[in-house]
């Protein structure tokens, strides 16, 4: 795969892209102002109608060549996603790759299904045929962080163009480097079945590059990054009434019984807490031990923790390999040791790591372990995003589920116990947008399922049925199912329409026979009125 360059016509001025595990150079990326933004919208803008009039089955074609495109060029994704973000390509093929390509199978066999016209009862008006249709938004636009430069850029952009759309992505100026070789190969897919590749496009640059494309005139914003950020795209959303939807931090509770299989629960840890270096909306930042197994959770881990090796993920000799890379962003650095002084200054216990490895020549932080952890610390409310374990003791079920409710987000979370009754008790307790039984993040891989947040976390749905249909304005469609003639006649309002309304409302609605028989013979005396009425008024117009 070919990098393409950054260079960008409009583009007022460069952003310094790097590879976080190396410290090296990648070269510039465009800075787009506002009227390359606005551009690459109204251009999307012009090409969306003939995309919207495709069929689902041709829809369908583009996204199996997308599949098949991804599966081919597997490695070079994995490679450009590693470089630029500092994880590992084992990282980067569970967290980038196999999601999306979960997401093209749920699109390719439910898709349709999901955008289909659907019946709804029309109520007394039994003549009547009642449906909501969805239909494409127009241009969509996404603002995606830098976690997962692959999988941030697919997962929105893949329901917006099944659903009919245009989308313009604003990629982090933290992951400019991959944008291009990975939009290249949305539009290979596009090319392949005759599409203009213009469908999706790509703009570059910092905040403002973003903030012009909530001001740009796209229909929708799906952003994906900081609760901070979240608020500046509604309050500049709101100016247009733009809507928005936000998936924001996370910070989420694990839950480990006293019956929990320990082994498994351990496992499942490791993955929730260092995968992508801990770099996750959906890490596992608050393990919740019960007293009995606590001792035992945490010696199996710190064994675990201690044996872990790290690394420049893409520059280990041939047959080696770590398990951690890099921290994409430098300033998490001070912020994840900023998180671990307060803790230890307030009695927390340091058993692994918490520090930076400045040996290792990049932007690398030690996994770490921290225990004796309670909720005066800033490391139980502020997301750490990083590679820190943080292990807190609960006595019982109240305790977890008291203690998990105390933070401002609300992701994802998991409980642990060989009783799968009482795991899904707790489970149904803890206020967060998914829960998974006895195991780590899987509520991503069902792709069927809406993922997002409460709380601090955002709002709206991506993923599954909702996500989908958020790519899409719903319209609501009546038509007669029996063609009776006539309507409703309102004007003139005479001497017996008021009792006539309020007899057809009694007749609809009064409780039992009897109510609805007396209504009807009013309903029966306002109509004889009404005529009446209506005859006088007719015959005095004529004078
Ligand atoms: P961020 O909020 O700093 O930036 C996200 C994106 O917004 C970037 O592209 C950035 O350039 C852009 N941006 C910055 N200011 C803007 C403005 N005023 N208007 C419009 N856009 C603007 O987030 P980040 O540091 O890149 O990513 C980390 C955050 O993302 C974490 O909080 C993490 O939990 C969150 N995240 C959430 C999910 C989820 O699905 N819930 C997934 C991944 C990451």
């Known amino acids: 795969m070919t990098v393409q360059s950054h260079a960008a016509p409009q583009a007022s001025t460069t952003l310094p892209c790097h590879d976080p595990a190396t410290l090296q150079s990648l070269g510039e990326g465009a800075i787009h102002d506002h009227a390359e933004v606005v551009r690459r919208v109204e251009h999307g803008r012009r090409l969306q109608p003939a995309w919207a009039k495709t069929s689902f089955a041709e829809r369908r ?28 390509l084992t990282d980067a093929a569970l967290g980038e790759v196999f999601p999306v390509c979960e997401k093209i199978r749920y699109l390719l066999e439910h898709g349709e299904k999901d955008l289909q016209p659907e019946r709804r009862a029309s109520g007394f008006l039994k003549h009547k045929m009642a449906q909501v ?18 999988h941030n850029l697919f997962c929105p952009v893949l329901p917006a163009l099944f659903a009919g759309n245009a989308v313009v992505a604003k990629v982090s100026e933290h992951t400019t ?49 900081s609760p901070p950020t979240g ?51 959906v890490g596992a930042e608050r393990i919740y031990v019960f007293d009995e197994v606590y001792d035992d959770f945490v010696a199996r881990a710190v064994a675990r923790v201690d044996a872990l090796r790290q690394g420049a993920p893409l520059e280990q000799p ?14 998490q650095l001070d912020k994840l040791e900023a ?51 943080v292990i807190l003791r609960v006595q019982d079920e109240e305790d977890a589920i008291r203690l998990a409710a105390d933070c401002p987000y609300g992701l994802g979370s998991s409980v642990f116990s060989r009783d799968v009754k009482r795991a899904e008790r707790i489970a149904s307790r803890v206020r967060a947008g998914m829960t998974v039984v006895n195991d780590y993040g899987l509520a991503y891989m ?26 899409c304005y719903t319209k ?68």
């Not at 070079?76 to 630029?84: L, N, P, S």
């Not at 969805?134 to 692959?150: K, M, S, T």
């Not at 080696?320 to 890379?325: L, P, T």
């Not at 996994?367 to 990083?386: A, C």
């Open 446 to 471: 069902i792709q069927a399922l809406p993922f997002g947040g409460v709380g601090k976390s955002g709002f709206g749905r991506i993923n599954g049925r909702e996500g989908l249909r958020a790519c």
């Open 231 to 281: 608020s500046k795209v509604m309050r500049a959303a709101s100016d247009s009434l733009t809507p928005v939807v936000l998936e924001l931090g996370g910070k989420d509770p694990m839950i480990v019984c006293d019956d929990a299989d320990l082994d498994h629960a351990v496992e499942q840890a490791m993955l929730g807490v260092f995968t992508a270096c801990g770099q996750m909306c």
């Open 339 to 389: 998180l671990i002084q307060d803790a230890v200054d307030k009695g927390a216990h340091l058993l692994v790591g918490g520090h930076r490895r400045e040996e290792l020549g990049g932007q690398f932080f030690a996994p770490t372990v921290l225990v004796n952890v309670d909720h005066s610390m800033r490391i139980t409310q502020e997301e750490q995003f990083g590679p820190i374990m």
């Open 133 to 150: 249709e969805y239909h494409p938004l127009g241009v969509v636009g996404v603002i995606a962080p830098w976690n997962f430069p692959f």
């Open 61 to 88: 074609k583009v996204l199996r060549s997308l599949l098949d495109i991804i599966l081919e060029r597997h490695d070079q994704i994995c490679e450009v996603a590693a470089r630029d973000s500092g994880k590992t």
């Open 318 to 331: 041939e047959g080696e390999a770590v398990d951690v890379g890099a921290m994409t962003m430098p300033a």
């Open 177 to 225: 480097w991959s944008a291009d070789a990975l939009l290249e190969v949305f539009h290979e897919a596009l090319r392949r079945h005759g599409h203009d590749p213009d469908l999706v496009q790509v703009v570059t640059g910092y905040g403002a590059t973003g903030e012009a494309l909530v001001r740009s005139g796209v229909d929708k914003v799906f952003f994906t990054g």
């Open 476 to 543: 609501a469609v009546v038509t007669d199912r029996v063609t009776l003639g006539g309507g409703v006649s309102v004007y003139p309002i005479v001497a017996g329409t008021y009792p006539l309304v309020r007899s057809a409302i009694g007749m609809i609605y009064g409780r039992g026979l009897g109510a609805k028989a007396r209504a009807a013979l009013q309903a029966a005396r306002s109509v004889a009125e009404v005529a009446k009425a209506r005859k006088a008024f007719r015959q005095r117009g004529k004078h």
